[in-house]
């Protein structure tokens, strides 16, 4: 199957055609002359950019606290690839794994650290639940499909465990070498501790989250975290029904620290009620903070492709798959609210209007 598309535009205003052969990017240039099964002329207001991942989401729909399908989370909403954020331990990644095969939209996953995964709210609370053996074989069953582990730090998880559970899973880390993401949250454990224990390559999600233990101390950040930058640890937005403060976001950026990546931590509670809705609602709650759009593309594409290890995704370069997302930047009149309860407006920003995805173009209605 041979698509052309015509007049790509990325955000950046560069405009190209794009041959896509067998779901592939066959070719990138200017008015290719090729014959094709399917000709996409792209509108002149439509921009075009590698599709869209998000790397924290909990698509396992079998699960009662955080739950979701792929599909509502993914293409239909312009996200041509979700990561599960570790809703699965050992346990059920086999099912999971099963489940996701028959899926348009690209589906991987970040083990839980607790075999168990999230069935309760305090999976990390018993050490024993936290077993090195069960983990390295699950990986081994499914290498293509589990990119790293999972650690949710934070009281209602850890019980009184405090830092254990992350020393733990850090060194299972270590030993898989594999990236390892950490919810922050509550105290204990101090976010100081938690920074101080990761190293390049692992993630801290929930970034700007409204919390006391979070990355201000005294309206300065935190050295921890500007240490564990400097080492090469990544930062996600990670939103969520609680992570997310447009207060915090907002002075982190006017003192010059940006996250790595945007996500949404989607689960059916937070997409159906609020405040997360979707990734593209994210994506424009960092507009309003004053992300510019570049860097949000780049935020959801590039950068969670490189951190993650998708080595075929997140950029339009001949070779590699031809996931798409076509969105507009145009006016819109966009109530958002983040996790405290602050509301703000929007009147520019980004909707989906369609992604290319294993060699089919979705329109999203």
């Known amino acids: 199957m041979k698509i052309l598309i015509r007049n790509a535009r990325l955000i950046t205003d560069e405009v ?33 950019s590698p599709g869209w991942i998000d790397m924290h989401t909990h698509a396992f ?20 690839c979700v990561v599960d954020a570790g809703t699965t331990g050992a346990d059920d990644m086999a099912q999971f794994y099963n489940d996701t095969r028959s899926n348009i939209t690209r589906v991987y996953a970040l083990v839980n650290i607790a075999h168990q995964g999230i069935k309760t709210q305090n999976e990390l609370a018993n050490l024993r639940d936290i077993q090195f053996d069960s983990i390295k074989k699950i990986i081994e069953t499914y290498p293509d499909f589990i990119l ?30 594999l990236p390892l993401m950490v919810h922050v949250g509550s105290t204990p454990p101090d976010l100081d501790l938690i920074a101080n224990t990761l190293d390049k390559g692992d993630i801290i999600t929930h970034i700007f989250n409204g919390k006391e233990n979070g990355m201000y101390s005294s309206d300065v950040i935190l050295p921890s975290i500007l240490s564990a930058r400097n080492r090469g640890v990544f930062f996600d937005v990670g939103h969520g029904k609680e992570s997310f403060s447009f207060d915090v976001a907002q002075k982190a950026f006017k003192d010059g620290f940006l996250s790595d990546t945007i996500s949404s931590d989607i689960y059916s509670r937070n997409r159906l009620e609020g405040p997360v809705y979707s990734l593209v609602h994210t994506m424009n709650k960092l507009l309003y903070v004053g992300y510019s759009p570049e860097k949000i593309i780049k935020s959801v594409t590039e950068a969670p492709a490189c951190i993650m290890n998708l ?26 609210t983040d996790s405290v309860g602050k509301q703000v407006h929007l009147d520019k920003g980004f909707i989906p209007v369609g992604v290319l995805l294993k060699g089919e173009y979705y329109e999203i209605k």
Request: glycine share 12%; no cysteine; proline share 3%.
């Open 16 to 48: 190209f055609d794009i041959l896509v052969v067998d779901g592939l990017i066959e070719r990138i240039g200017l008015n290719l002359e090729v014959e094709a099964d399917r000709v996409i002329e792209v509108p002149s207001n439509v921009y075009v």
């Open 148 to 177: 790293g582990l999972k650690a949710r730090m934070s009281a209602s998880v850890v019980g009184g465990q405090g830092i254990e559970p992350l020393l733990i899973g850090k060194s299972f880390a270590n030993r898989l070498n």
């Open 311 to 336: 080595s075929m995704l997140g950029k339009i370069r001949t070779g590699l798959f031809a996931d798409l997302t076509f969105y507009k930047y145009d006016e819109v009149n966009l109530d958002l």
């Open 61 to 80: 729909k079998h699960f009662e606290l955080y739950s979701d399908g792929p599909e509502e989370i993914g293409y239909k909403t312009g996200v041509t």
